[in-house]
């Protein structure tokens, strides 16, 4: 039994990625190659408050309305991951923001090979351990993550 601890990240594909499922596959493809874990995953459309809440620290921006339409377009995927430095690993695979940094800084990451533009790329990661814990209360709310830990985190361990 380890005493490693893997960390969580709530992980999205937005409807972009979702509309096109064989670009659904060659990312959870990447995702595992990476060595991520899931741990949940569920296939959703989010509701125009949900999204509202989820990008309020967004609200007033230039994008913000293109940002909550385009979400609003069509169904996600939600994932629970599992990995060392997970929060970290996930949004280095999903690439930067901007598809014009993608090309000329990381054109292997999800949003370099699949970003369409500034908001259709792809992919929604938490950016630190509290934003994790709380997004993914918001979209897992019946996941109980000290469960979790007692009865299944070690099999993923070991099986490294
Ligand atoms: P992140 O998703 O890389 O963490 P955030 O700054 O948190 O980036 O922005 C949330 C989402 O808002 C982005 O993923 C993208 O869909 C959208 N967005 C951010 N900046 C812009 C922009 O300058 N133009 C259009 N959409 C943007």
């Not at 909550?68 to 169904?75: E, I, L, Q, R």
């Not at 630190?128 to 985190?153: C, G, M, Q, V």
């Amino acid at each position: 039994m380890s005493c490693s601890r893997l960390q969580l990240t709530l992980a999205i594909l937005k409807p972009d990625v979702t509309a096109r499922p064989h670009i659904v596959k060659e990312i959870k493809s990447m995702i595992l190659r990476k060595k991520f874990y899931f741990v949940e995953s569920k296939k959703m459309k989010l509701a125009q408050s949900e999204i509202e809440t989820f990008y309020k620290e967004h609200e007033g921006k230039f994008f913000h309305n293109r940002l909550v339409n385009f979400m609003n377009s069509g169904s996600i995927w939600a994932h629970i991951l599992a990995r060392e430095d997970c929060i970290k690993e996930w949004r280095k695979l999903m690439g930067p923001t901007k598809v014009l940094k993608t090309v000329f800084e990381e054109p292997n990451s999800i949003r370099g090979k699949f970003g369409l533009t500034d908001t259709r790329n792809c992919t929604h990661g938490s950016d630190s351990e509290e934003t994790a814990k709380r997004e993914i209360k918001l979209f897992f709310p019946e996941f109980d993550e000290e469960k979790w830990r007692a009865n299944d985190e070690d099999y993923f361990i070991n099986k490294k």
